[in-house]
């Protein structure tokens, strides 16, 4: 599959364990986030979301935390597996709020070793 | 899977040529986008549509044209191609506010 960045954070945990990938956001007023996964050679596939008025909502095996006073999103994966390995990305939507548009963030690639 | 299809899977073109992308989507999702991809830069919004005979600029337009005659089709040309445009392009429909559905995407090399 194509390289989705060579230059990404990488997060290399071990199989079982728990991981954590964390993204900063810089506008204040958004309200809207969601991550992304995105497998070799796939295009990103929707994870979980999360509102403003939230500051933590749980999925299957996955939990997103927000942090609004110091604008921070993370993504927890429970019992990481290798099939969890990817690229993740926060998105949001811009400043503008136009179109259902969203603004992707630069990603982290996570590795899970066996 | 089913729902957002892009064509072709690959493409190599010159420098100078035309092409142009296709996406098909299966359920009538009023919006779609087109994003690219590149080394270091992430996902990048090229044009976005809101319906059909209804198209917008994203971030990053410039070499680009778009239509939107049908609903289910947002197909997108490069009118000349360039070196700068080698990337992988991704297409996008939403299901439900911001939940987009990517298509698996069109790796371009432009040489």
């Known amino acids: 599959g194509e390289s989705v960045g060579l230059h990404l954070p990488t997060l290399s945990v071990q199989e079982g364990d728990n991981s954590i990938i964390n993204c900063a956001y810089s506008?204040?007023?958004?309200?809207?986030f969601i991550w992304y996964k995105q497998e070799s050679g796939k295009g990103p596939q929707f994870i979980i979301d999360?509102?403003?008025?939230?500051d933590k909502r749980q999925g299957q095996r996955v939990t997103v935390l927000l942090n609004k006073t110091v604008k921070h999103l993370s993504l927890q994966i429970a019992a990481t597996q290798p099939g969890d390995s990817a690229v993740y990305f926060c998105a949001e939507p811009p400043p503008n709020n136009a179109g259902n548009m969203l603004t992707f963030g630069g990603g982290t690639r996570l590795m899970v070793k066996p | 899977d089913a729902g957002i299809t892009q064509s072709p899977r690959y493409k190599i073109t010159e420098t100078g040529r035309q092409v142009t992308l296709m996406c098909h989507q299966t359920?009538?999702?009023?919006?779609m986008f087109w994003y690219r991809q590149d080394l270091g830069h992430g996902l990048r919004l090229i044009y976005y549509s809101a319906a059909a005979d209804i198209t917008d600029k994203g971030e990053v337009p410039d070499g680009y044209v778009v239509s939107r005659s049908k609903t289910e089709n947002f197909p997108l040309t490069l009118e000349s191609a360039t070196r700068s445009q080698t990337s992988v392009y991704f297409c996008a429909s939403i299901a439900v506010n911001y939940g987009y559905t990517f298509g698996s995407g069109t790796r371009l090399t432009v040489v």
């Open positions: 359920w009538s999702h009023s919006y």
């Open positions: 506008n204040s007023a958004s309200d809207y």
């Open positions: 999360i509102r403003s008025n939230m």
